[in-house]
């Protein structure tokens, strides 16, 4: 059900909207984030994933997250094999096409150890959006006569009262916390993102708090300086936290590419016996380094200096 | 099947059969793999001015030989673009009624041309579970649909277990009624020939082979009845150039293996 407007309204007006410095570490804002919170991670697929985020939440042993992505990938797998999560709400969801459907989605789901709640790419957004606009429902004209719909019983088939057309309503998200990393923003939470916005504009504005990872993070006259490329004010924003290579070994707009030799041993690991497989990864890379620096040290130079000549070469032409 | 001695693989059959339903001027909205290459292919052979869309937000994508992005939400796919907008944004504009063709591959697909990319077997207890709709459900219901896959008695069933995507649902008018006012399935293109849609009946019916393959053989790698247009005809086989445009853009054979 989506959330009642006083309920977010109430939940606005008691958070300190102020202009205030909110820089923390990823450790700290892992805190602000209790077991069995709703939340939306922003990026797509293998781009611009909040994983410096999964990464501290995992290591903080969070239980019973509700996600929801537009479209989700290893992060989702990670979150399943932690036990951080065991709900994600999606339009699409293994590592990606070139490596086949996901034996962590499929062994998770199957097994009904965890749920993966299937919507279209496009109910996702509209679902986001409602909650950015804080009405409960948004209409659409996908996900009629499928059997997408008939799995969600909280999407309504309707008549329109102005047309009489059928029309689909889906509800409003309002995640507790968006994870959305960025590519730069200031002290305060004005976040720039260049490239593909994804959906991410109003998953902040249809989350209570958004926790930002950035790859740097700059004045905030630098921000006053373009602010036609600031996408999320400040007042939405809970807590930054400076993150360089954030997404590793997804993308970042601009910055870098995935991170590809990464991803290709990351599912030849996962091959024989995928359960195993993510439990070794995740003791490696997520359990073991005392600190991000030490993951990224351990994901090695070679592959981030890559991804980043890959990435930065976008401004080449 | 193409003999042995054919000179192309199954899937680069697919891509340039796929890309030559593509005609210039067109805005067609392509899924990753087969769609976005043999979108690419057409836009470089006979469509400069072809508008390519992708679900991760791009309007008019130029994607570099070589430069294939591992889905549609990569930097790669914007590469020359003419615009990059929300994912909801660009998938919207399927709603608005600005995208020609749709364009995607299929992992099971019926008589009707309802797509299942969900689940094997029933929803509850699936044997196997798939990858889910994407923007798959949204495209299949607001546009005309081009479709690209293999040629599989397995993934041409009588009726899908799960319609994740749909086609002409149960036939006939069911498609309209049940809201789906505009678009609906155009072409199947497999490795074996081209597939259309009876227009009343809405079953999927077979309209050219493949150079090499027999009706009987499309027949017996299908799961239901398929009819036959009159006085079948054969597409030409993929040209030297349409070969060599196409191994450009995909070098490594992400796409065409």
């Not at chain 1, 305060?188 to 249809?206: C, E, K, R, S, V």
Request: with cysteine; net charge negative.
């Amino acid at each position: 059900m989506p959330l009642a407007y006083n309920e977010i309204s109430r939940r606005t007006r008691e958070r300190d909207r102020s202009l205030r410095e909110k820089v923390m570490s990823l450790d700290e804002a892992a805190a602000l984030v209790p077991d069995g919170a709703w939340v939306g991670i922003g990026g797509s697929t293998l781009s611009r994933t909040p994983m410096a985020m999964v990464w501290a939440l995992i290591r903080a042993r969070r239980r019973d997250l509700v996600c929801a992505r537009g479209i989700s990938s290893s992060e989702g797998e990670l979150l399943f094999a932690a036990g951080v999560s065991r709900h994600l709400i999606t339009s699409w969801f293994s590592l990606g096409i070139v490596w086949g459907v996901s034996r962590i989605m499929r062994a998770y789901t199957e097994s009904n150890r965890a749920r993966f709640e299937e919507w279209s790419h496009m109910a996702m957004g509209m679902r986001f959006r409602a909650g950015a606009m804080a009405v409960p429902f948004l209409p659409m004209r996908s996900m009629l006569g499928s059997d997408v719909i008939a799995q969600l019983p909280e999407a309504k088939a309707i008549d329109c009262p102005f047309t009489g057309e059928k029309l689909v309503l889906v509800p409003a998200l309002n995640p507790d916390f968006a994870l959305i990393h960025v590519q730069r923003c200031d002290a305060y939470g004005n976040a720039q993102i260049d490239g593909l916005p994804f959906m991410d504009l109003d998953l902040a504005l249809a989350a209570n708090q958004v926790i930002l990872t950035t790859e740097r993070i700059v004045s905030n006259d630098q921000i006053r300086r373009r602010p036609d490329h600031t996408k999320i004010p400040f007042f939405a924003v809970e807590a930054v936290v400076e993150a360089p290579f954030g997404c590793a070994p997804h993308e970042c707009y601009g910055v870098y590419e995935p991170l590809f030799d990464h991803l290709d041993r990351y599912a030849a690991a996962l091959k024989p016996d995928a359960e195993q497989g993510i439990r070794d990864y995740l003791d490696h890379y997520f359990f073991e380094p005392k600190s991000w620096t030490e993951y990224l040290d351990r994901i090695g130079l070679p592959d981030l200096l890559d991804a980043a000549r890959r990435g930065k070469s976008i401004y080449d032409d | 099947m193409t003999t042995d001695a054919a000179p192309y693989t199954a899937s680069e059959l697919l891509a340039v059969m796929s890309a030559r339903l593509l005609r210039d001027g067109q805005v067609v909205f392509a899924g990753v793999g087969v769609p976005l290459l043999a979108a690419t292919l057409a836009q470089r052979l006979h469509g400069p001015g072809l508008t390519i869309l992708f679900e991760g937000g791009t309007i008019g994508a130029y994607v570099e030989p070589g430069q294939l992005p591992p889905s549609t939400n990569e930097q790669r796919c914007t590469r020359r673009a003419n615009m990059v907008l929300g994912s909801t944004d660009v998938l919207l504009l399927l709603q608005r009624g600005y995208v020609d063709v749709g364009f995607m591959g299929g992992a099971q697909i019926d008589q009707y041309g309802n797509l299942n990319s969900s689940f094997i077997g029933s929803p509850q207890h699936p044997a196997t579970r798939l990858p889910g709709t994407g923007g798959g459900n949204d495209i299949a219901s607001l546009t005309q649909m081009i479709v690209a896959m293999k040629h599989e008695k397995r993934r041409f069933v009588e009726q899908v277990d799960f319609v994740t995507s749909p086609g002409f649902l149960t036939g006939g008018n069911s498609r309209h009624d049940s809201g789906l006012v505009a678009g609906g399935m155009f072409r199947v293109v497999t490795d074996l020939g081209l597939l259309g849609f009876d227009e009343h009946s809405r079953r999927m019916t077979l309209l050219a082979l493949h150079p090499g393959v027999t009706a009987a053989e499309v027949q017996a790698n299908t799961g239901f009845e398929l009819p036959t247009a009159p006085g079948l005809p054969t597409t030409e086989p993929p040209t030297e150039n349409e070969l060599s445009v196409l191994r450009h853009l995909d070098p490594d054979r992400l796409y065409t293996a």
